[in-house]
């Protein structure tokens, strides 16, 4: 959990200032919402899992709450952009639901996050339970909004129950699956205690690399399943190595 508010000092520090930050924000959010995209089996079935969720609910959560409206209008900028490049011919109120969706998620997730989760520095299962409590809760509510603009643009075989499980379920996998990363990658912690200092800048690169692969495999085709690599547990156990 966020530890004692030093977040956000160390990543101003690591970027020389909060203009570098949120650069640095949009550059990384516009390509976790494109690669998102590519999770989706078809434009009109949610995504089986939304990365930018991630990143969104982490910065969020870190940075200075003055901070959040320039934070959300960055997001909304880059979930339009995003729709506009991927659904032609682009649905203005489709695309600006999907970024309320988006948004709304990530605000409910980090303010339930900030108010209940033990901002202790001791790691304890009761803090891992209520983080996976409220990031749950911000995406399924904010998935609603997202879920009636993809029913109104689409003429979809799914009922409205279904894909908000889906859209729901892809937003909650992508702050499970990012948000840990980003946490002990921006940790000050992490330059404090040599065990957690990075060992070297080509494991970073190999294993994000290996990240990209193992996403390919596990998500690409689910079709058919031809080797035991495309199981989820491979994504867990590579994310597991890159946060600890």
């Given at each position: 959990?966020?530890i ?13 200032g ?19 995209y ?14 930018a ?15 959040w ?19 032609q ?78 859209w729901?379920?892809?937003n909650?996998?992508g ?25 070297s800048?080509?494991e ?30 491979t994504?867990?156990?590579i ?6």
């Amino acid at each position: 959990a966020r530890i004692d508010g030093s977040h956000w000092g160390f990543i101003l520090g690591l970027f020389g200032g909060p203009r570098r930050a949120l650069l640095a924000f949009a550059a990384i959010y516009s390509a976790m919402t494109a690669l998102g995209y590519h999770y989706k089996p078809d434009l009109s079935v949610p995504a089986v899992m939304w990365p930018a969720a991630g990143v969104l609910f982490s910065a969020l959560w870190m940075c200075e709450r003055r901070l959040w409206p320039v934070l959300l209008l960055v997001q909304v900028a880059a979930d339009l952009a995003a729709t506009a490049l991927f659904i032609q011919p682009f649905p203005a109120d489709t695309a600006l639901l999907y970024a309320v969706s988006n948004g709304l998620g990530g605000v409910i997730g980090a303010e339930l996050a900030r108010r209940y989760v033990s901002p202790g520095i001791e790691f304890r299962t009761a803090r891992s339970l209520q983080m996976l409590a409220a990031t749950a809760i911000g995406s399924l509510a904010g998935a609603l909004p997202g879920v009636w603009a993809n029913q109104r643009q689409f003429d979809s075989t799914l009922g409205f129950v279904t894909q908000l499980e889906i859209w729901s379920a892809g937003n909650w996998l992508g702050v499970v699956a990012v948000v840990p990363v980003l946490n002990s990658w921006f940790a000050p912690l992490r330059y404090t205690r040599s065990e957690l200092v990075l060992r070297s800048r080509a494991e970073l690169v190999a294993l994000v690399l290996l990240l990209v692969v193992a996403t390919a495999l596990v998500f690409g085709d689910s079709s058919r399943t031809t080797t035991i690599l495309q199981v989820p547990f491979t994504l867990a156990a590579i994310m597991l190595y890159a946060a600890y």
